[in-house]
């Protein structure tokens, strides 16, 4: 019943600057919390950012002072804001929320098909 679609990957030079967005769709009723993960070829999948429902913000150490995530809670809808990029951010990106549906009273964990971000002069 539910989607998450990433959008605004793609190839950007060393110090640039991207958005990534995630919207969810579907027979939502709440979305407890949203994030951003990243898997660069080799790596194992590492967690980037969270944003609970009440807006408090994680970063993984790397990405502090670089990267902000935020929230549209009308439009189910996470972004993330990268800055200062390194070609070590290279990697796709995949949102995932925890999310309870309409017609459950359980929540569970979905997440988007990822979307390619490529840092490279």
């Known amino acids: 019943q539910v989607q998450l679609v990433e959008s605004g990957g793609g190839l950007v030079q060393p110090g640039g600057s991207l958005r990534l967005s995630c919207a969810a769709s579907?027979?939502?009723?709440?979305?407890?919390?949203m994030a951003w993960s990243r898997q660069a070829p080799g790596k194992q999948r590492e967690l980037v950012a969270t944003?609970?429902?009440?807006?408090?913000?994680t970063y993984a150490d790397s990405m502090k002072g670089r990267f902000t995530i935020s929230r549209d809670i009308a439009k189910n809808t996470v972004y993330l804001q990268m800055n200062s990029l390194k070609p070590e951010d290279t990697a796709v990106y995949y949102c995932?929320?925890?999310?309870?549906?309409?017609?459950?009273?359980?929540?569970?964990?979905?997440w988007g098909q990822g979307t390619q971000v490529t840092v490279s002069s």
């Open positions: 995932f929320a925890d999310i309870s549906l309409s017609s459950r009273g359980s929540a569970g964990r979905y």
């Open positions: 579907g027979s939502i009723a709440v979305i407890y919390n």
């Open positions: 944003v609970t429902n009440g807006g408090s913000t």
